[in-house]
């Protein structure tokens, strides 16, 4: 860079274009800007060079042509053809400019101080051009060295440019095969996400279907089990409504059993008196035969009259009491009923409990709220359950009291039915 600093100042007038196109189409070189810029700069940089080589010649020549015709003129004057050159200029020129001077020394001796004085002009006029044509070989040289060392440079750098271009293209290429690796990747990653994301679509589209299956298999649950609780509070009702119609023949039978001992009481005291008017008969057997027979025949049809209505009033109680085992059985067919129709709801409801037990491993958080209220069902069977365990337990003892106070036995399907419940 310093050479080419140095080229572009200008020894004298005459290169001056010649060393700006010079560093024109260095300057030009070396900024590459594509491939017809390069080649544009070699091309400008090997005409500079030739362009030197022609300056430099020209002025080989023109120095040739000047010594010859020194040396024309100097043989024709006899002038000393082997003298040695000046110390600031070069062989040739020192030559012709000596024979110059020989002669017009030689020649021209003898003509006066007119022509001496035109020979020293011709004289200094041939050594400042000597001078100035040594000068412009010196600068000519120095401007070749320096265009060839320029040329020497563009070689190198365009011998770098082609190297960076090499590997530029050979990074290009890894890097296009990097680039085609990493799609090729990519696209590999996407088809398996885009197949993964299908299978979890086509598993979350199963899952709805089997939620929306389930969610109907609840809602029948759930109007199966509004249907029993209906039906239960139906049962309760009705289980209330037996209760105080319990508790009105409780107290019917209560009041019979008060008119049975009113009538029993009678009785003994009727008893207790046949029995003294017996015993007075028996005293006065003898004097009063006639009249105790008549007596007694008055007391014998009274006593049927009475067996009659008390034999009377016993079937009324009978029949009530028929009335009272049928209304019993009549319940009990009813709590039966209640029995089956409860265990026939119940048993669906077992196994589709079951059944969704099996699917609830998988839907946990969709299913807890019906585990939840197939446990407060279970719990609500349970106590209905209880309350009409405790009911019946209720009624076995009534009619236990019933039948004892009465002292009728128990009949065995009542028995068997509370056993049962």
């Known amino acids: 860079m310093s050479h080419l600093h140095s080229s572009s100042r200008p020894p004298t007038h005459i290169n001056t274009d010649l060393d700006n196109v010079s560093i024109t189409s260095s300057v030009k070189s070396l900024t590459p800007k594509s491939k017809t810029t390069k080649k544009k700069s070699t091309h400008g940089a090997t005409s500079t060079t030739n362009k030197a080589t022609r300056s430099s010649s020209m002025f080989s020549e023109g120095s040739v042509g000047v010594a010859s015709v020194a040396k024309h003129h100097g043989t024709r004057s006899g002038g000393h053809a082997n003298s040695k050159p000046p110390l600031g200029g070069s062989s040739s020129h020192h030559y012709v ?16 101080a007119s022509k001496t004085s035109k020979k020293d002009k011709d004289a200094t006029g041939s050594s400042d051009l000597k001078k100035s044509i040594n000068q412009l070989q010196k600068e000519a040289d120095q401007q070749l060295e320096l265009e060839m060392e320029t040329q020497m440079t563009l070689e190198h750098f365009l011998g770098q440019m082609i190297s960076l271009k090499n590997a530029f293209a050979m990074l290009s290429d890894v ?36 939620f929306g299956s389930l969610s109907t298999r609840v809602s029948r649950i759930e109007e199966k089990q509004d249907t029993i609780i209906a039906e239960l509070a139906a049962l309760r009702s009705q289980g209330d409504q037996t209760a105080t119609w319990l508790t009105t023949v409780s107290e019917q039978v209560s009041v019979v059993k008060e008119q049975v001992g009113e009538t029993r009481q009678a009785q003994v005291k009727f008893d207790a008196n046949t029995v003294k008017e017996v015993n007075e008969l028996k005293r006065h057997w003898d004097n009063q035969s006639q ?49 089956s129709s409860v265990d026939e709801a119940v048993i669906p409801l077992q196994t589709e409990s079951k059944s969704l037990r099996s699917k609830t491993d998988q839907l946990d958080a969709a299913i807890s709220s019906i585990k939840m209220d197939a446990v407060e069902t279970r719990h609500q069977m349970e106590g209905i359950d209880r309350d ?7 009624v076995s003892r009534v009619m236990k009291v019933f039948s004892e106070a009465m002292q009728v036995a128990t009949p065995p399907s009542v028995n068997n039915a509370f056993k049962d419940v």
């Open 97 to 112: 400019g000596h024979d110059e001077a020989s002669v017009k020394v030689k020649g021209e001796g003898g003509d006066g």
């Open 175 to 210: 890097v296009m095969h990097e680039v085609d690796a990493a799609r090729s990747e990519a696209r590999r990653r996407i088809d398996v996400s885009d197949n993964r994301v299908v299978q979890n679509q086509q598993t979350v589209d199963k899952v709805i279907h089997e």
């Open 291 to 339: 009249t105790i027979v008549n007596r007694i025949n008055e007391c014998s049809a009274e006593v049927s009259k009475q067996r009659a209505e008390l034999t009377v009033t016993g079937e009324q109680r009978m029949d009530d009491l028929e009335l009272l085992e049928k209304a019993l059985s009549t319940l009990q067919a009813q709590q039966v009923r209640l029995r």
């Open 388 to 394: 009409q365990r405790l009911r019946f337990d209720n």
